[in-house]
């Protein structure tokens, strides 16, 4: 089966621009999660759809960022105006499962590596 | 909050074996998870324990849990160049919100 894909792969944008993120998760997983790594820290937990539904957008660092799942397929995360400290790997998740259990954990992409100047 | 603490660098000769630890705050953490990011890649599930359980074997890696120290270890034996990336170590209590630890960078040396 195909992984979780994530497009693009690099972005680079100047400060003040706005960038959209995609994540294509794997089929028929209707849990989708957003993270990010920031400055090799720590990867951190932003939101999480069911289906189309946002489940829980408790990690969205603030109203800068907007996440979408029309359809309830693929979702995109949008960055507008984008400011330095936005730079990091955002990664997508995907599970069939609600929630982590033993046989079920989280299918993580490659990652969007965000570059803002 | 919850936390998870890694060492940043680890250095290690070809087939000598590695052992990246971590340790955790959170006392209900019921699964904890090893990952592996290769430069250019994404997460790769390595291997995972439950927290009833204080060892797991898989080829040539080795998770050991002590649950009271809350502390957790991977051990990569006869290790490769191919080995060579960022080790994550990560705890839930059973949700998705996965806690991280910052990444172990392993450099194997030929």
């Known amino acids: 089966e195909a992984g979780v894909t994530q497009f693009p792969s690099h972005s680079v944008i100047e400060k003040g621009q706005t960038v959209t993120l995609r994540c294509d998760p794997i089929s028929g997983h209707d849990n989708l999660y957003w993270y990010r790594r920031v400055m090799g820290k720590e990867i951190k937990f932003l939101l999480h759809?069911?289906?189309?539904?946002?489940?829980?957008e408790s990690g969205m660092p603030n109203n800068r960022f907007l996440a979408e799942r029309t359809g309830g397929t693929y979702s995109t995360l949008k960055v507008q105006p984008a400011e330095l400290e936005d730079s990091g790997v955002y990664f997508c998740?995907?599970?069939?499962?609600?929630?982590?259990?033993?046989?079920?954990?989280?299918?993580f992409g490659n990652g969007t590596r965000l570059t803002v100047t | 909050g919850e936390d998870v603490e890694q060492s940043l660098f680890l250095s290690v000769r070809e087939g000598d074996s590695s052992v990246i630890n971590c340790t955790y705050t959170d006392s209900s953490s019921t699964y904890l998870y090893w990952y592996k990011q290769e430069p250019g890649a994404g997460l790769q599930l390595l291997t995972y324990i439950f927290s009833n359980m204080d060892m797991k074997q898989d080829q040539r890696l080795t998770v050991l849990l002590n649950k009271k120290d809350k502390h957790l270890s991977l051990r990569i034996a006869d290790t490769q160049t191919g080995d060579s990336a960022i080790y994550f170590c990560a705890e839930t209590s059973g949700t998705y919100k996965y806690i991280f630890g910052t990444g172990t960078r392993l450099k194997v040396l030929a």
């Open positions: 998740a995907s599970s069939y499962l609600q929630g982590s259990s033993y046989n079920s954990p989280l299918h």
């Open positions: 759809f069911v289906k189309e539904s946002k489940q829980d």
